[in-house]
């Protein structure tokens, strides 16, 4: 090998010592630079590209006889750049430089370049490693005629030591930058990272130990780990680190133990370890994550579930947790209670196959398609106990997730006894019509008893009734008594029984446990309860009904309400046959009295039939027209302190009635207030009205609801029978009222919500059907809106379930009185409301708004403190031109609450 030249050992020394100044890259190129600058004949300046590999660019980082400055703002696309597109990554000499740069730059590259001054001529090369490009070598000159193939041959000699040592320097900036970048990541990771060597002393420390652990990295490094953990769990670590060493087998890789932090403070930490070697030398990484956030969560979730399996427990309505095929995974108390199984008994069963009675209207088929897409069906069904008695329940299935599987959680609330009152009510419809149709006094009794024992579970009833001077009763009918009963009689002057007592003060007797009770005048029942009820006309008593159950507490409110409103209508239908019968005792008048009694007859029926207050006030003029004969009446009611005209001889009367105040008195008020009537010449009372031209009246009350009056221009125009039959008119009047009122009532018992008194869900179906066919005839849109008050579980948790069934009370209230009175709004499930809006479209979003407003109104003096409820809305909205079932159309809006939610819509 031939001795090198002086120059080139010189500069290659300088080159080194450089290279061994510093690691950077910069001081390197230069020196590359200026070197190649000497040796290079033409060659006034210089710079060289480098690749940044993180953004894919060529960067200026070392030039010599330019602003490096200005030329390091230069990014370079790896894939523009020109050595690659016009000359492949090859050795080269470029003439000419800017106009290719424009020609071939993108112009946010081109442009900066454009500012250094004009280059005639360029000579370049690459520099690889690992098979690409990691930098081009440039050598610049003003000179066209600058640099030629012989100055490559030049730079060869030392173009190896240059990729050599930019491959090196290189290297090391991307080994740094690496570095660099696992250390910013081990900073970044919540988690404290320490590094253990064999002794157990900390090698290193990041970030996160130090906000972990409250120590700096200058505190730790050297001293042991068990620094970090209270003196028992150190010794105990002490002891396992030495035996797993001495074993030759690594500690365990997950450990959860108490930490200490430089405060003194503990707290539950996992560590996760790991060995590893460095130089040599066995290490161990240690991860550490503080546990105290989900111990939290633990301690909540055990407390959440005691709350729930309390909640569970102490729910009155029966609850199962099923699989989708019906498999009972969990019940409650009142499960146990309602079926008869113990809950042992109950686990393992299936709700559909060994509960179930019969399939209810919704198949279970159905029924899991619905449950699938996560929707709260609600169905009635027919269920047979453990002893087989036969029990309705209301039914609400929803779907959960239940011990990480897919569930249904199914509330079942006993609905028995709405349902025997529904049988009640419709046995109450057939007494009406068998008490009308009766033919004679026993007749009606009779079947007053029949409708007694069958339907409300008498075991013993009996009808006395008084004779015509009012002083004695007697045994007319009976069911249950021992035989020889038929025509026993009591002397109201000296008999002490109930029965007597009943006659003579006209108030019903309850005795809940005759076991307890002893009668003068009547021999032991046993045990059992007795009802004892007066038989009453417009305050006259004409008997008494005695029923005896053979259970203590056997009659409930509303079995004593049924057998007073029996009471009632047997009542009439006795005096209506005691009028026949009086009636009868003359032929002459049997003969004038027989049209009119036949229509009163056919009035009693029609007053049967009525299903509103509107029918029977068109029946009772009808009626009254036909049996009496008149000028003129009038049927009016009271209303607070006025009595106001329903119906007169014209027909029903329209809004703006007549109205009398109690203050002004007259003929009306006295009769009512007297509860007796009053009947004759106008000018015979001086509280009478003056009324041009009438000469008669009768004045009846109708019960304490009202009064009937008639009146004619002739005088002395009605008899006593007139009067009679005026008083039966205006009975059957007050009957029908009655019963239609407590049908109404029962009726609103079934449709309405007893907490919210709003429409329940029972009743959407029928009210949507109706409303669907109203919309498609006259072709106008309907619209439903599904509200749900958020956050109001938080309202149980915080305040008890009594606040929240106040709240929902105010809820209800607040969206009734802010919408249309067309609108009919129902509770659609437990903190749910539904909406349905007759000949809507955009006006519904007004609705919505001011129901948003007026919630953000309510919650202001709510009372809830920070508690703040809002209501997410769902709307959809049917078009009769378009084919949507009402299925479809709840399903709309159910899913547009759904994504009101999700997307927090909210007040």
Known sequence: MGKMPEAKLEWLLGFLRALNRSPRLEPVLEAVLEYAISVVPGAQSGSLLVLNEEDGVFEYRAAVGWDMEKLSRVRIPKDKILQ?????????????????????????????????????????????????????????????????????????????????????????????????????????????????????????????????????????????????????????????????????????????????????????????????????????????????????????????????????????????????????????????????????????????????????AITYETANERLARGETIYFEEKKRRKDGTIYYTECAVTPIEYRGRPATLSVNRDITARKEAEARLRGVYRLSRGLALSRSREEACERAIQISRHLLGAQICAVFLLDEQGKKLRLVAERGLPEGGRGRMYD??????????????????????????????????????????????????????DVVSPNPNGFSAGDILLFEVLAAQLAVALEAQAAMEALKKSEETQRKLRGRLEELHLAARKFVTCATEEEVWKNAVRAAREILGFDECDFAVREGDELVTRATLAGLSPPGAPRIHKDQGGISWRTLMEGRTLFGNPRDFPEAVAAEGYRSFISVPIGDRGVFQVASKEENAFTEDDVRMAELLAGHVAEALRRIELEEKLRRQALHDPLTGLYNRWHLPELLEKEWERAKRYGRPLTLVIADVDHFKEVNDRYGHLRGDEVLRQVAELIQSNVRESDHVFRYGGDEFLIVMPETNGSAQNVMARLREAMARWNEQSGLGDLHLGLSMGMAVWDPSEDKSIDELLREADEALYRAKRGHSKI
């Open 492 to 545: 109201l002057a000296h008999a002490r029984s109930p029965v007597a007592e009943a006659a003579r003060t006209g108030k019903r007797a309850y005795f809940p446990d005759l076991s307890r009770e002893s009668f003068r005048d009547e021999g032991p029942f046993g045990a059992g309860s007795r009802l004892v009820v007066p038989l009453k006309v417009k305050g006259k008593v004409l008997g008494v009904f």
């Open 84 to 360: 690659k597109v016009l000359y492949r990554d090859e050795p080269a000499i470029v003439r000419n430089l800017h106009e290719l740069n424009k020609k071939h730059l993108p112009k946010e590259v081109a442009e900066p370049l454009a500012e250094f001054s004009p280059l005639a001529a360029v000579l370049t090369f690459p520099i690889t490693y690992e098979g690409k490009t990691i930098a081009y070598f440039n050598l610049d000159s003003k000179d066209p005629d600058a640099f030629s193939p012989a100055d490559f041959q030049r730079l060869e000699e030392v173009r190896e030591v240059i990729t050599l040592a930019l491959r090196a320097a290189w290297e090391r900036e991307r080994l740094a930058k690496s570095e660099a970048k696992l250390r910013n990541l081990l900073d970044a990771l919540p988690d404290a990272v320490v590094t253990i060597d064999e002794r157990g002393a900390i090698q290193s420390w990041n970030k996160g130990a130090e906000r972990l652990f409250g120590y700096s990295q200058q505190e730790v490094l050297g001293r042991p780990v068990t620094l970090l953990m209270p003196e028992e769990h150190g010794r105990r670590y002490e002891r396992a680190f030495a035996k797993c060493l001495a074993e030759g087998r690594e500690p365990y890789r997950f450990v959860e133990v108490e930490g200490l932090r430089k405060d003194g403070t503990r707290f539950p930490v996992q560590w996760s370890l790991s060995a590893c070697e460095q130089k040599g030398q066995r290490l161990f990484v240690a991860v550490g994550r503080d546990l105290t956030e989900r111990v939290e969560i633990e301690r909540k979730l055990r407390e959440s579930e005691r709350r729930f399996r309390l909640f569970f427990e102490r729910l009155a309505d029966a609850v199962f947790i099923t699989s989708f095929d019906g498999e009972i995974l969990e019940a409650n108390e009142a499960a146990c209670r309602q079926t008869g199984y113990s809950r042992d008994e109950l686990i393992g069963m299936n709700i559909m196959r060994d509960l179930a009675a019969e399939e209810p």
